[in-house]
């Protein structure tokens, strides 16, 4: 089972920036899609942004043109860099890979019970 650990969460006023960055070991890193799900107060966990392996990319309506996904296969790390940030992208980060090897993007953003492991998370709290 793959190895997770999310960093750079933390608390930011509304308009600032904040970059996440994961860590994955364990597994063939360059196989599978990865990427980045938040869950808020109240709310279910939902994916907003993911890449496949050949750096394919799906994001969410409410993150399009501000939040960017990117890996680096050699480095075995997917980074979500957050501009523009608004109270409402408040909530825990989590970090995610795909459970089918040369998954998609989307699949692993929309399909329900594609994660096959989840890292801690990170709390991410924007004030207005």
């Known amino acids: 089972q793959a ?21 994955m070991s364990g597994l063939t890193f ?3 899609a990865v990427g980045w799900f938040r869950q808020a107060p109240g709310s279910e ?4 942004a993911c890449i496949s392996r050949s750096s ?4 969410a309506d409410s993150v399009k043109g501000r939040f960017t996904v990117a890996r680096d296969n050699t480095r075995n790390t997917v980074t979500l860099q ?5 109270p409402e992208d ?9 459970r089918t090897v040369m998954g998609s993007s ?3 953003c929309t399909v329900p019970g594609r994660v096959a ?7 991410v709290t924007v004030s207005s």
Do not use: H, P
Request: with cysteine; charged share 15%; glycine share 14%.
């Open 117 to 123: 492991s989840w890292g801690q998370g990170t709390q």
């Open 30 to 32: 360059d196989a599978f």
């Open 56 to 59: 394919v990319t799906e994001y």
């Open 45 to 48: 966990r939902e994916g907003i």
């Open 3 to 23: 190895q997770i650990v999310e960093s750079g969460g933390g608390v930011v006023q509304a308009g600032e920036s904040l970059r996440l960055s994961c860590t």
């Open 106 to 108: 989307w699949s692993l």
């Open 90 to 98: 408040t909530g825990m980060y989590y970090c995610a890979v795909d």
């Open 82 to 86: 957050m501009n523009n940030l608004k």
